[in-house]
C-alpha cells in the first residue's frame, strides 16, 4: 500500500494531482490508513499510469474516463469501441492542426509584410491588416 505522497513519487506527479484526478473521479483511493491517510494499492498506481499515458496523448478526463471504464470490463466491450475513440480523438488533432496552420501562415504573411522600423506605427501594416476587414490577410485565415 502506498500513502499519497509514496504513490506521487513512483508517479513523478505531485500530490494535487491525483488529488485532482480523484476529485474528477477517475481514481479513487484503495482505503484510509487509521490516521486517515489515503492508501492506494498496486491496482491504484497501474490506474494511476493508464490515466498518465492517456493524457500524455491529448486524451480529454472524459475520453480518460470512458477509456478507464472499457478497460475495468473488456469483456463488455469491443476493439472497435476503443479505436473510435482514438480516430475521434485523432480527427479533433488533425483539424486542430490545420487551425495552427492557418494561424502561423497568417502570423507569417503579416510578419513579412512589415518592415519592423523605428517609425510610427501610424503606418503599421500588420495594424492596417487588423483594421480592414476585406485585407488580403483575411483571405489567408
Do not use: W
Not at 484503495?30 to 498506481?45: A, H, V
Request: hydrophobic share 35%; charged share 30%.
Amino acid at each position: 500500500m502506498y500513502k499519497i505522497g509514496e504513490l506521487s513519487k513512483v508517479l513523478s506527479v505531485s500530490t494535487d494531482t491525483l488529488r485532482y484526478y480523484e476529485k474528477n473521479g477517475l481514481l479513487t483511493p484503495s482505503g484510509r490508513s487509521d490516521s486517515g491517510y489515503r492508501l492506494y494499492n498496486e491496482n491504484d498506481l497501474r490506474c494511476m499510469q493508464f490515466i498518465i499515458r492517456a493524457k500524455s496523448i491529448g486524451f480529454s478526463l472524459n475520453e480518460i474516463k470512458e477509456l478507464l471504464s472499457i478497460n475495468i470490463d473488456k469483456q463488455d466491450h469491443s476493439c472497435g469501441e476503443v479505436k473510435s475513440l482514438t480516430e475521434q480523438k485523432l480527427a479533433q488533432v488533425e483539424a486542430k492542426i490545420l487551425e495552427l496552420t492557418r494561424f502561423k501562415d497568417s502570423l507569417r504573411l503579416l510578419s513579412e509584410a512589415c518592415c519592423g522600423g523605428e517609425e510610427a506605427a501610424v503606418h503599421c501594416s500588420i495594424l492596417s491588416a487588423l483594421e480592414n476587414v476585406d485585407d488580403s490577410f483575411n483571405r489567408v485565415s
